[in-house]
């Protein structure tokens, strides 16, 4: 009588935990992509240091750094702005535009009308705001397209800031007499803290952190996500959605007011053609930032590294002497290929 042969019992692989390994595989690679732009940011840095500057490291220089902040301050205060009407699934084309229409306003109510410093920034913000507002209305409320609300709005406003100006710049000259600007309007211009810190590169940054905290904690803020994720759904759960969309577009053209305000002072001029191709820029940063163009998902900090890693990148490239047709073809793959790798990035 012989005994069967034994067994060998073979389990099969658990549902839960292969769902447990996908759904952590698929979290770290949408990590990688929410923080896209700080490995951009860190990969520019890397390859600074690996080739410096006649044996120097120029890059890292605190001088240099608070140059390329600085630089990127009008960018970036735009593209925080531009970050909340993506993530609702919007665009806006005119904070180029604004952006000019502001610096030339500011400049000709200071130096043509005589006004202080502080009406005249407080009338400019106003107005870019009303501007943006004004989008978001006919975009929410009529249903109109916002790639053809704003690019439309960008001729309007190029053509309001030639009117205001008769088509030349505005220079601004500061003193106490009639047609001078008040003196501490060209401290945005200038540096703080012991002449270390641009203004500028304050004014990005508080206004960045404003908008991380606003993002993080407001319950609009949840409202702003839900209309990107799924208007549709957002509306039928209750989410005032014209509402919504009106603030997000008067937000982005305030912010491009102030950028407007920082670019005279820097310049000590406003003039009607300034800010133009800025839009891209700023919708660069926050493509690089991760931030989805359908609308739904991104961050202000993703924002933020990306705008800073276009300055590192431009700045690293002008040090090394590039030609700046080469520097833009260089922004323009980095730009290509961000976009392309977020066709990966895995759906929510």
């Known amino acids: 009588m012989s005994s069967a042969a034994p067994t060998e019992t073979v389990e099969p692989p658990r549902n839960g935990d292969n769902g447990s390994a996908r759904r952590s595989g698929r979290g770290v690679v949408d990590t990688l992509f929410r923080f896209q732009s700080l490995f951009g940011l860190a990969l520019v840095a890397l390859v600074a240091l690996l080739f410096p500057i006649d044996g120097e490291q120029l890059f890292f220089q605190p001088e240099n750094l608070l140059q390329v902040v600085r630089d990127m301050s009008e960018i970036g205060i735009m593209a925080v702005g ?162 919504v969309k009106v603030i997000v577009f008067g937000v982005c053209g305030l912010l491009a007011a102030l950028a407007g305000i920082i670019h005279a002072g820097q310049l000590n001029q406003g003039s009607p053609n300034d800010g133009a191709t800025y839009e891209l820029d700023a919708i660069a940063a926050v493509v690089i930032g991760g931030t989805s163009l359908s609308g739904g998902r991104g961050s202000v900090v993703g924002t933020v590294a990306g705008a800073l890693m276009l300055g590192a990148l431009n700045n690293f490239l002008r040090l090394h002497g590039v030609d700046s047709n080469i520097q833009l073809l260089v922004k323009g793959l980095v730009i290509v290929v961000v976009a392309g790798l977020m066709r990966l990035r895995p759906a929510p």
């Open 82 to 243: 531009m970050t909340l009407v993506i993530i609702i699934g919007g665009i806006d084309l005119s904070v180029g535009a604004v952006l000019g229409l502001a610096a030339t306003g500011v400049a000709a109510l200071m130096i043509n009308d005589d006004l202080g410093w502080v009406p005249a920034v407080v009338i400019v913000l106003l107005i870019g705001l009303g501007f943006g507002v004004l989008q978001g209305i006919a975009s929410a409320l009529f249903g109109i397209q916002a790639f053809i609300v704003t690019l439309a709005g960008m001729q309007i406003a190029r053509g309001i800031a030639r009117i205001w100006s008769g088509g030349q710049g505005v220079p601004i000259a500061y003193g106490e007499g009639p047609g001078e600007a008040p003196v501490t309007f060209s401290l945005l211009g200038e540096r703080t803290f012991g002449g270390t810190v641009p203004i500028p590169a304050l004014i990005f940054v508080v206004v960045a952190v404003v908008a991380i905290v606003f993002l993080r904690t407001s319950a609009i803020s949840r409202h702003i996500y839900a209309i990107g994720g799924n208007e549709k759904a957002a509306r039928l759960s209750g989410v005032p959605v014209v509402r």
